[in-house]
């Protein structure tokens, strides 16, 4: 009783490693793009108060991302 798939148990193995890479570089692409986010959020906060104005930042964290709502009142 061979097993007649040329690919065999290798076939489901190769498409495992390629699911668990994706995942891993999807979320360290989500990790790096808050970062950068939140790096923005504190320039633009920055910059708000250098010219005269208060900055309101709400950050809304989420299971792996952050929502952010930025307004400068003058």
């Not at 290798?10 to 790096?32: D, E």
């Not at 930042?57 to 299971?63: G, R």
Request: hydrophobic fraction near 40%; aromatic fraction near 8%.
């Amino acid at each position: 009783m061979a097993n007649d798939r040329p690919g065999g148990n290798k076939t489901g193995k190769l498409w495992i490693i390629i699911g668990l890479f994706i995942a891993v570089f999807g979320i360290g692409m989500t990790v790096m793009t808050n970062t950068i986010n939140d790096k923005k959020i504190d320039a633009m906060a920055q910059q708000c108060e250098n010219d005269g104005g208060q900055a309101i930042v709400s950050k809304e964290k989420n299971f792996l991302s952050t929502s952010y709502s930025f307004e400068c009142k003058q």
